[in-house]
C-alpha cells in the first residue's frame, strides 16, 4: 500500500516501503539492529526448507539458545502462530503450526522480564522524535504470555499501565532505545517500539510497530494520552506530519 501511495504522489500517514517492510520481517528487524548495536535477544532463523532438509541441524541451533523457546512466523502479527515451546519434542509441532502463517520462523529463548512499550512521534525529517511515557503489559488469567486470545478476545486478562513503574533511568533507556530504532528503520509519522526489561535493568527491544493500532482504546494513542497528547490532537499531528513530508519530496 505504501508503495502504491508513493507511486501516485499521495499522501500518506507512517512510513514509506522499506521501514514498513524491514519491520515487518523479525528477521530483518532483529539482523538490523544487531548490526546497529541495539540490544535484543538472541535468535535463530529457521525456515521451512531448513527444517525439512535437515532437522536434526536446526534443533541444535534452537536447543542452543536455551529452553524454553518461543516460535514465531517471521511474518505474521498479533501473535498468529506463536507458540512457548519447554521441551524438544515439542519443536516440530511447534514450527509446522507456525509455517502454516509463514515459511520462516525465527526462535526465540524466553526472556524473564516486564514487556514495556514506548509510542514514537516525529518526522524522518526532524532532528529529534518525541517519546512518550512508556508503558506495562501484565497479562493475567490462564495466558502464559501476551498472546492472540489476550489481546483481542479476553481483553480483561491485559492491563495497560502507563507511565509503567520503573525508575528514572530505565524510563530513559527505553526512551531512547525507542528513538534510535525509529530513525535505524526510516520511520517517519509513528511507531510502537515493544521491549523487554529484564530483572537486572537492562532493556532489549523486541520489535517495531510501524503501523501499531489506532483505536481510541489501543496502546498507541492510550500512552499518548498519558503523556500529554489526547486522540484528536495526535490524528491532528500525524496528518501534519504526513502533508509536510510529502511537501518535501516535491
Not at 499521495?10 to 523479525?26: E, I, L, N, Q
Not at 512466523?73 to 509455517?99: C, H, I, K, N, Y
Not at 525509529?182 to 530483572?199: A, E, I
Request: charged share 20%; glycine share 6%; net charge negative.
Amino acid at each position: 500500500m505504501q508503495g502504491l501511495f508513493e507511486l501516485s504522489d499521495t499522501a500518506f500517514v507512517g512510513s514509506g516501503v522499506f521501514a514498513s517492510a524491514a519491520s515487518m520481517d523479525k528477521h530483518y528487524t532483529k539482523s538490523l539492529m544487531a548490526h546497529a548495536g541495539i540490544p535484543t535477544c538472541p535468535w535463530e532463523l529457521v525456515t521451512e526448507t531448513m527444517w525439512e532438509a535437515d532437522q536434526a541441524e536446526a534443533q541444535d541451533r534452537i536447543t542452543g539458545l536455551g529452553l524454553p523457546v518461543f516460535v514465531k512466523p517471521a511474518r505474521a502479527g498479533s501473535s498468529m502462530g506463536v507458540s512457548r515451546v519447554e521441551s524438544a519434542e515439542g519443536l516440530d509441532q511447534a514450527l509446522r503450526s507456525a509455517f502454516e502463517h509463514d515459511s520462516k520462523v525465527i526462535v526465540e529463548p524466553q526472556v524473564v522480564g516486564r514487556e514495556i512499550e514506548c509510542a514514537v512521534l516525529g518526522s524522518v525529517h526532524d532532528r529529534e522524535v518525541r517519546v512518550s511515557f512508556p508503558g506495562e503489559i501484565e497479562v493475567s488469567g490462564e495466558h502464559s504470555f501476551y498472546d492472540f486470545e489476550a489481546k483481542y478476545l479476553n481483553l480483561a486478562d491485559a492491563q495497560l499501565t502507563c507511565p509503567a513503574r520503573v525508575d528514572e533511568t530505565t524510563t530513559a533507556r527505553i526512551q531512547e532505545l525507542s528513538a534510535q530504532v525509529f530513525r535505524l528503520f526510516d520511520c517517519t509519522g509513528l511507531s510502537r517500539v515493544d521491549t523487554f526489561v529484564t530483572d537486572a535493568g537492562e532493556v532489549l527491544i523486541n520489535e517495531i510497530n510501524t503501523l501499531p493500532g489506532f483505536t481510541p482504546t489501543s496502546a498507541y494513542p492510550f500512552m499518548w494520552s498519558k503523556s500529554g497528547i489526547e486522540y484528536p490532537a495526535l490524528i491532528s499531528e500525524l496528518i501534519t506530519i504526513a502533508l509536510v513530508d510529502h511537501a518535501r519530496t516535491h
